[in-house]
């Protein structure tokens, strides 16, 4: 339970600019430290006076045991942690700093004092501790979770998008998952990457929603991006389960409103010559609505370059899923037509698609080959980085080596964590008289694999070139 509310309150607090996080109810004595008997006493009093609510009484005890040894760690870190909770911020900073120093390879002294800078809105100090104490050992949810807004509120969308993952993947609490979502939606809305956000969404909708504040703030950010066939859909589910929840029920007339702006715009939307068919298909894009994208739909396969590219472009613009519609048009011969559609498979997020993204490496437009390697570096795995390696060598892609070192270092990353994965997933529950046994197995499988994974790179730089 104690965990629970520290979930709760991190979900309630990220909706906040200006978040206020309290720390993990969860008490450091789990961490076994020894220490001596007359600290100990003043530790056991401290913890009994700051769990019956006695912050300045529990100060005082710490400050005690700090006294009867400054070297113990765990001593320090109480009072930095009852300093933090009295909003005592620079001398919670201090003893937290003289705990780490202490005991730098205890990961849960470096989480707390990167939730104090996290709470003083020290997004890029909080973050690098974060990193700091997961090398060191695994960090609680909690950590997680706010390692993840730490990211985001640095523009560092992607890297907080995979924190939220993680954070979703070691939760069982579906409310704590709705709130991962939620960061990785709006993440995914800032990339621009609309077909994501709408997948992520869609499959919350589906889902038993316990904090509809969550899904509010949600479909606000969908009608900020003018997506208002979500944001119906969104606020469609609050107003059903809360009629009292009035604003979502005005949010809902305004939404029918344009609604039928728009149906009597389509009818017009066939006829007359180019440059009036464009207009319209401008007009419509400002709002995103299915009927809109089914209209635009039958109009793919027109015979002017720019009413092809203002379909993809809306298709993309609000991340429909019609891929089977548009993927004969990435051999369409008008360049700009042939980009369009890259970016849209580029965006949609969808790795059943790398084959026909790596087809556009060779692409003579230097814009598509940026797209599909930043794609493969997303998705692709360690096969890829013969042919990854070859584009960095050609002189016609200087202008995208940035995104060629970037792809093959996510690739080799990836391969890496596959490695580790792989090798935990061999080990067995320890046992005394095996562990040494057992370490030498796990060491020589990691040489296997490594070395298969090596000779199939060899393999296939050999085969292709």
Known sequence: M???????????????????????????????????????????????????????????????AVDLDPSCGISQFNLGYAYHEDGQYEQAQEHYQRAIEIEPSCPYFIEHLARLNFENLEYSEADKLFKRASMIGMIQPLSIGLWGRALFEQKRYEESIEAFQLLINNEKQNSIKIGARYWQTLGNIRLGRMAEARKITEQMLRKKVSDYKIIYNLGEAFIECRCLDLARKIFEKIAIAHEEFLIARLRLEDIRSLEKEIEEMLPGLFEGEEDKLLYRIHALSEVGDERVSKALIAMVRSSSALVREGVIRYQTQYGYNIPNDLLPLLCDGTDFVRDAVFEYFSKLGNPKYLNQMRSGLQDNHIEIRRKCVSFLGRFSSIEALPELEMLSTDIKNKGIYPEIRTAISQIKQRYQKNIDAMIVSCASPDNHRNTSRKKRRNFWISILVQGALIAYFVYVLLTRW
Request: charged share 35%.
């Open 2 to 64: 104690e965990f629970v509310d520290s979930c709760k309150k991190l979900i309630n607090g990220l909706f906040n600019d200006k978040p206020k996080i309290t720390i993990s109810n969860s008490s450091p004595d789990k961490i076994t430290f020894l220490v001596k008997r007359t600290v100990k006493h003043k530790l056991e009093e401290g913890k009994r006076r700051l769990e019956s609510g006695m912050v300045e009484e529990a100060i005082e005890e710490y400050s005690a």
